[in-house]
């Protein structure tokens, strides 16, 4: 779930609550339908940690006592707004588990350096649903860094192979003229990439971790990865859409390693 999804990245510290109330029911309603296998969710920090880390350019590293106050701070916004997802979740009736990244994984420069997915393995087989998000984490190189959601299941893919990794966010795709906004690419491959990279551009909101761009070019080098894992980039705003990915629906630009 896209912070812009659940939070108004445009007003500092606001979540959506009636839309994470919606989005609990639809996963909820997967879950109880004809979904198979585990399901990991995670979400983004949009206008909670965005801002602080924004202001004190946690990602580049921290390396003054003025810079770990900053990276408290991060921390505390974003470790607000996932109470909030995981207490919509809960009054959904949803058994969520929270695996902050701070807690749990170290960075080298930027990039996921050791993480021990023991307890989160054990959740999956509990029949738990793990809630992950973006969050600042230690960095042997840069003393603190953060982690998008997207950069954290990049990492944890590799070694959990799913199947889909579904980005929900408030646009319907990934546009062909962004911020004309007339036409949504269906697909995105390798082979097309370098056609359609002048289009893309970063997200109309503050995002410290790249916008946009920076998510198809992840999921791209993923893809090509594990060529067996598709991943959708759709809308969470649109009711059901969320319930229908979860079930196996394309509503949204596809990217895989293949045409």
Known sequence: MGGSLITDKNRPLTHRPDVLSRLAVEIRAARQSALSGDLILGHGSGSFGHTAAKKYATRNGVYTPQGWQGFAE?????????????????????PVIAFPPSAGVTASDGQ??????????????????PVLNGDVVFDNQRGGTILSTEEVFFDLAKTLQPQRILLAGLEPGVWVDFPKRTRILPLITPDNFTEIEPALQGSAAADVTGGMIQKVKSMLDLVQRLPALEVLVFSGEEPGNVREALLGACPGTLIRAHK
């Open 112 to 129: 996921v350096f050791s993480w021990d997915l023991t307890p989160l393995r054990a959740a999956l087989l509990a029949g738990l649903l």
């Open 74 to 94: 991060v921390w505390q916004s974003a470790r607000a707004l996932n109470q909030h997802v995981c207490e919509a979740l809960a009054q959904a009736g949803l």
